[in-house]
C-alpha cells in the first residue's frame, strides 16, 4: 500500500542548477498538489492538477513547472534553483472535488546553496 | 487571498495538562480541516468539520467549528507525550472553481513533556 511517493528524500543543489522533484500516487486519484513548507510557516500550494493534461498555478507557482501527462505521475520542475527555493517540498493527491481529505507523501528536503 | 491564523505558534506543557489551539480567518470556508505532521513526514487528517457550529471528538481531542465558518479549534484533553507533534489547520476554498484547495495555517508545535 504505497500510497504517495516522493524521490528523492533530500537533494542539495547549487544556484542555477535544474531538478525535477518526482511524485506517484498509486491510488487512482484525479487531483495532485504540490505544497512547500518553510520552517515555522504551514504548506503553500505551488501548482495543482485536476486530471491529466490539466495543470493550474496555485498561491506560489514562480520559479517552478509542473506537467501531468499521467493519472499517477505529477513532477515538480525547478529549472534555476535559488537560495529561496530552500524549503520542504509535498505532493498530495485527492479521489474527487467532494473527497475532503488530501493523501501527502512524505516530502523532499532541498537546500539551495 | 484567504489566510489562516494559527495560535499559539509554540506550546509546551506538561503530561496531564489540557490546551487549546485556534485558527482565524476573516474569510468563510466550505469546511475546515486540521492535519497532525510528525518529523520527517507529510501531514495526516485528523478531522474535518463542514457545518457552522460543528463539534467533533476523536478520543482527547475535541474540534469546533465557528457558527460563521471562519474560526475552529481544537482542544486536548489530559495531554499525553504521544501528542507532541506539529498541528496544521487547513480551510477548504469555497466555489466549483476552487479545485478542492487549501489555505494553511502557520501551524502550532506541541511539546508534552512527561
Known amino acids: 500500500n504505497a500510497g504517495v511517493t516522493q524521490t528523492p528524500k533530500f537533494r542539495i543543489l547549487k544556484i542555477g542548477q535544474s531538478m525535477t522533484l518526482q511524485c506517484t500516487q498509486d491510488?487512482?486519484?484525479?487531483?495532485m498538489y504540490w505544497y512547500r513548507q518553510d520552517p515555522g510557516m504551514g504548506l503553500k500550494l505551488i501548482y495543482y492538477s485536476v486530471g491529466a493534461g490539466i495543470t493550474d498555478k496555485g498561491e506560489v507557482p514562480n520559479g517552478y513547472n509542473v506537467s501531468r501527462s499521467t493519472t499517477e505521475d505529477f513532477p515538480l520542475r525547478l529549472e534555476l534553483a535559488a537560495p529561496s527555493q530552500t524549503s520542504v517540498y509535498f505532493c498530495?493527491?485527492?479521489?474527487?472535488?467532494?473527497?475532503?481529505?488530501?493523501?501527502f507523501g512524505p516530502g523532499t528536503r532541498l537546500t539551495v546553496t | 487571498t484567504q489566510l489562516l491564523e494559527q495560535s499559539p505558534q509554540f506550546l509546551s506543557i506538561q503530561e496531564g495538562e489540557n490546551l487549546t489551539v485556534y485558527c482565524n480567518s476573516s474569510s468563510v470556508f466550505s469546511s475546515l480541516q486540521w492535519y497532525r505532521q510528525e518529523p520527517g513526514e507529510g501531514p495526516v487528517l485528523l478531522v474535518t468539520?463542514?457545518?457552522?457550529?460543528e463539534v467533533k471528538k476523536l478520543k482527547r481531542l475535541t474540534f469546533q467549528f465557528g457558527d460563521a465558518r471562519k474560526d475552529s479549534s481544537l482542544h486536548i484533553t489530559a495531554a499525553q507525550p504521544g501528542d507532541t507533534g506539529l498541528y496544521l489547520c487547513?480551510?477548504?476554498?469555497?466555489?466549483?472553481?476552487?479545485?478542492?484547495?487549501?489555505?494553511f495555517g502557520q501551524g502550532t508545535i506541541l511539546t508534552v513533556h512527561p
Open positions: 468539520v463542514v457545518t457552522g457550529g
Open positions: 498530495a493527491s485527492s479521489p474527487r472535488l467532494s473527497s475532503y481529505e488530501q493523501y
Open positions: 491510488m487512482n486519484h484525479n487531483y
Open positions: 487547513a480551510g477548504r476554498h469555497a466555489g466549483g472553481t476552487s479545485y478542492g484547495k487549501l489555505t
